[in-house]
């Protein structure tokens, strides 16, 4: 019966796996779901396990249940006008008289992104007599405005107060899988890259084990202490903080690097300008080198995380004295070389762009982001990317 809401799910970019699915049926069988408000909450149960596919899962079931598409980008962010739905929007209301023919022209953006949003209220507020057990008003389950206990309201305003939930108020959005970093969600993207090792004096009374030697000792109390548990994990972050290719992404970037200070405790960042050579720099001005060799001395267990858009000329990258800066850096040996002993040394290193990954084969310098991909792992700096990159972190 519901086999296109599983489809759809996977259209929307929600992981969905056999084990999945027969969960789904299985406690649709048993009664787990008789209306659409105990439906909404046990598909998403059954469906969605990272936060990052909530919102896809919430555009999925608003359009397969209310036939509403709501497009994957937050009220008020510019990237709606390049959506498909908002096109098809303009074109049917200026075919309607609702809106000028050159309304992207005579009307400001602010106002066209709140017409936008104002129909797609509208469509899911009168959404009468749908196939999809959708309804305003009455005694159904399914719609807003209504009499029914423990529905499903749908924007609108609230006639019993009884909701169990609210569709359309993308609440996940900051943290949809392609969502580019925020500061809402980029704390949730690194927070599972850890190294959790005992450390210290034995401080930490276990409670379980104090029982368990009291009881042997016939009631003479014993106290277990064990070591604290720290996060031991060590970051060296190298930065990409020249030229004007990284100008766009400054903001993201500073963004990044205050929350990964937040992170974490041994964190230490170093600078360099398109790529790495013999040298890298302490400071963000570059005026202080430090010698890449001794970076290559840390412990090889250290997380190295580079950040730069990976864009240059080729020279820059496997040519002797192929910096742009003369004499500015220890530059003898192509960085092609320096990034090659950097990976090998280190087990636990990647490479995040800020550059959107499907713009990599297109972009400025596409040939030196291959040849860089070929020696790290590359992720693009959106929520997925990060965590990604987390995961291969966490793996190796």
């Known amino acids: 019966m519901l086999n296109g809401f599983v489809y759809l799910l996977q259209e929307y970019g929600v992981p969905v796996s056999m084990t999945y699915v027969m969960d789904f049926y299985k406690g649709l069988e048993d009664g787990l779901a008789e209306t659409l408000d105990e439906l909404f909450l046990f598909a998403r149960l059954a469906f969605v396990k990272r936060v990052e596919h909530m919102d896809a899962y919430e555009r999925a079931f608003a359009f397969y249940f209310y036939g509403v598409d709501i497009p994957k980008v937050a009220e008020g962010d510019p990237a ?73 309201r749908v924007y609108g305003e609230s006639g019993n107060r009884s909701a169990v939930k609210v ?22 993207a690194l927070q599972s ?3 959790i090792v005992p450390a210290g004096a034995e401080t930490d009374l276990q409670i379980d084990e104090t029982i368990r030697q009291t009881a042997r000792n016939g009631g003479e109390i014993e106290l277990v202490f064990t070591r604290e548990l720290r996060d031991k994990i ?12 990284m100008y766009p992404f400054i903001r993201l970037t500073e963004l990044l690097f205050s929350k990964m200070q937040d992170r974490f405790q041994e964190l230490k ?23 890449t060799s001794k970076l290559l001395q840390e412990n090889p267990d250290t997380r190295i995380i ?6 240059m000329a080729p020279e820059e990258l496997y040519s002797s004295h192929g910096s742009i800066y003369f004499g500015a850096t220890d530059d003898a040996e192509a960085s092609g070389v320096w990034l090659q002993r950097i990976q090998e040394r280190f087990k636990y290193c990647v490479w995040l762009n800020p550059i959107p990954a499907d713009e990599w084969e297109n972009s400025y310098g596409a040939w030196t982001i291959n040849k860089i991909r070929s020696i790290f792992h590359m992720e693009d700096m959106t929520i997925n990317g990060i965590k990604n990159a987390v995961e291969y972190l966490n793996n190796r």
């Open 80 to 152: 709606l006008f390049q959506t498909k739905q908002f096109r098809e929007w303009l074109n049917k209301a200026i075919k309607k008289g609702d809106l000028p023919r050159h309304a992207m022209w005579e009307l400001s953006h602010e106002e066209l992104m709140k017409r936008f949003w104002d129909t797609v209220r509208e469509q899911m507020e009168a959404h009468h007599g749908g196939s999809r057990w959708v309804g305003t008003g009455g005694k159904s389950p399914f719609g807003h405005s209504g009499a029914a206990v423990k529905g499903v």
């Open 167 to 188: 569709m359309g108020e993308r609440k996940y959005v900051d943290y949809a899988a392609t969502n580019t970093l925020s500061a809402q969600n980029i704390h949730q």
């Open 193 to 195: 890259l850890k190294n």
């Open 234 to 245: 060590k970051v060296r972050l190298l930065l990409d903080n020249g030229g004007s290719s």
């Open 269 to 291: 960042p170093y600078y360099f300008h398109n790529t790495v050579y013999g040298d890298i720099y302490t400071d963000p001005q570059r005026c202080v080198p430090f010698a």
């Open 306 to 311: 580079i950040v730069g858009d990976a864009s």
